[in-house]
């Protein structure tokens, strides 16, 4: 599981061989791993459209969308096609230039943020050295896209709207950089496949939750805020504000921040899955039964069936966190702003603050253990 | 310093009790995913209208005197009355009777007050058309009995709240011939005859 299979290696030497340049046959790979995974995240917020919409009836004890497509799975296109065809309003004497370019500043971090999202050991867009840094740095972007359209609305609810979900926003960033940063202080390493490398060889027993509980609870509820699912959607809830920074929005932008939404909550998901979780690993070690079947660690099958489990096991993992993001929208009532604000900067900045000490404490008395 | 420790043992001890009380909401909502579905999945599950539901109103063109007092009772005015004074039998008679069903807010008055019961409600409630004025019901149409939900071949029907067996809350999946909560009438007579067979007995 050292290496595992390198695609990137293997196209560009078979283009090469064919007669191409070894400059043309990169450039042609390039853009391949970006589109996938912007064909992927696209393919996630369906998925997770539906998922939310049938594990929200079984919590409620209705049955969901059922006839559209078998089991009810072409009811997210039906809503995309909906809001596509829908008409696109300007309000009157709103700035047009802001209006449009809000939802595109609060979608656009979140797509760009799957670059360090690993599925496998080469299975990344790219192994940026800074990795989770960089997906912190763009969530700080989404508060000016929140203003943007706030104010460009022209209505005071929704300046009042984005007001508030920008506090929330920026207010939930520093709580979730201080739990990452106690992943990287054990990880020696910003970047995730590190991050993953340093959890695996003991399957589950070395999964960074439980190295840090509290951290684990601390970046869930403050991804969950970045989100702003339920019980944190105060800036976009249906009864709060009409719709909060969203009213005046409608058709393919409110479609922006619908497909945003759900974007970041995938995204978040796998961000848990890949920091505490152990990524791509399995809660069995595979080079453990690997060798108890006596099969070497450079056999094709191997590595092809490894890569295939890990893909899984990512998924596997945020599906997990995203059911439980669902459950907990129906479990939990909605804080208000200044609940809001007191959960995230007196609360859980502190003890993001003492979970940090504690690590770092950790790490010099068990080096072994806590990353030394 | 005692006292600062104090302060966070019990911000802790707040902070594990509202963790415990999520806990026990999430599993609340979790079991309630392993219960089936309430549902009723119209139109081919329909549910059975109860006794006295105010339906579509039926009308018995025979039995009716023309009095009007549906019409003074009804809080629109909405049945229309077309009756003459017929000089040779020194009574009203009827020419035509209509109800509205597009304007007709299914109160009842006009049921509850018809002396001679020509008018009552029926169990339909689907009276959708494409056109507005479909709905406006000659004396003929109100004449009509309605299609029984359990007669339609393509619909599963299923009971209400108040006809299911005690104990159970769900009409799907119903074992045949569970009766509804509470005695039928010959129980009851055969329950009344016998302590006073009992009382001649003794």
């Known amino acids: ?372 | 310093m005692l006292k600062f420790l104090k302060q966070v043992g019990d911000y802790a001890k707040e902070t594990i009790q509202a963790a415990k009380y999520i806990g026990q909401g999430l599993s609340v909502t979790f079991d309630h995913m392993q219960r089936r579905p309430v549902t009723v999945q119209y139109p081919y599950e329909k549910l059975i209208p109860s006794e006295r539901f105010r339906g579509r109103i039926h009308f018995e063109f025979d039995k009716c005197i023309a009095c009007e007092v549906c019409v003074r009772v009804c809080p629109i005015n909405l049945p229309v009355v077309d009756w003459t004074f017929n000089a040779e039998t020194k009574k009203k008679m009827l020419r035509h009777y209509s109800i509205d069903f597009g304007v007709c807010i299914f109160c009842g008055n006009c049921v509850e007050y018809c002396p001679t019961n020509c008018l009552s409600m029926t169990e339909e409630y689907e009276l959708s058309t494409y056109d507005r004025h479909e709905l406006n019901y000659d004396s003929v149409a109100l004449g009509r009995l309605p299609y029984k939900v359990t007669n339609d071949p393509m619909v599963t029907p299923l009971r209400q709240l108040a006809y299911l067996p005690k104990g159970v809350l769900d009409p799907h999946d119903l074992p045949a011939g569970s009766q509804r909560a509470g005695q039928r009438p010959e129980e009851i007579a055969a329950q009344m005859a016998k302590p006073e067979a009992e009382k001649t007995e003794a």
């Not at chain 1, 300046?159 to 106690?182: D, F, H, K, M, W």
């Not at chain 1, 959607?233 to 479609?255: C, H, I, R």
């Open chain 1, 1 to 372: 599981m050292e290496s595992g299979i390198d695609l990137q290696a293997t196209f560009i030497q078979s283009l090469m061989d064919l007669g191409l340049p070894a400059g043309l046959a990169k450039a042609i790979w390039m853009p391949l791993p970006m589109l996938l995974m912007i064909i992927g995240a696209t393919v996630g917020v369906l998925v997770s459209v539906w998922l939310e919409r049938k594990i929200s009836a079984a919590a409620q004890q209705r049955i969901g969308p059922e006839y559209i497509g078998p089991l009810g799975v072409l009811a997210p296109v039906a809503d995309g096609l909906k809001l596509i065809f829908k008409e696109d309003t300007l309000p009157a004497r709103a700035d047009s230039f802001l209006f449009t370019l809000g939802p595109v500043l609060v979608v656009i971090p979140v797509f760009l943020s799957y670059l360090i999202v690993p599925f496998g050991q080469n299975l990344v867009v790219t192994d940026v050295g800074m990795g989770v840094f960089l997906w912190i740095a763009l969530s700080s972007v989404v508060p000016i896209g929140l203003l943007m359209s706030g104010y460009a609305s022209n209505n005071k609810y929704s300046l009042l709207g984005g007001l508030r979900a920008a506090a929330q926003s920026i207010s939930y960033e520093i709580p979730l950089a201080l739990a990452v940063l106690a992943v990287v202080m054990m990880s020696n390493s910003l970047s995730t496949i590190d991050i993953v490398k340093q959890q695996s060889g003991y399957g589950i027993l070395g999964w960074n939750v439980w190295r840090q509980p509290i951290g684990f609870i601390i970046f869930w509820i403050a991804a969950l805020a970045e989100c702003e699912r339920i019980p944190f959607d105060l800036p976009e809830a249906e009864e709060e504000l009409v719709a909060g920074y969203q009213t005046e929005y409608s058709g393919m932008k409110f479609a922006l921040f619908y497909l945003g939404s759900y974007v970041n909550l995938v995204l978040s998901a796998l961000l848990v899955a890949v920091l505490y979780l152990g990524g791509w690993s399995f809660p069995v070690p595979l080079d453990l039964v690997a060798g108890l079947f006596g099969v070497g660690e450079a056999n094709p099958i191997l590595q092809i069936v490894t890569a295939g489990l890990g893909i899984a096991m990512t998924l596997l993992k945020a599906y997990f966190l995203i059911f439980l993001a669902v459950l907990l929208r129906w479990t939990v009532p909605r804080v208000r702003i200044d609940q809001l604000l007191d959960l995230g900067w007196k609360f859980l900045l502190p003890i993001s603050l003492v979970n940090l000490l504690l690590t770092a404490a950790l790490k010099i008395s068990f080096p072994f253990a806590f990353g030394g």
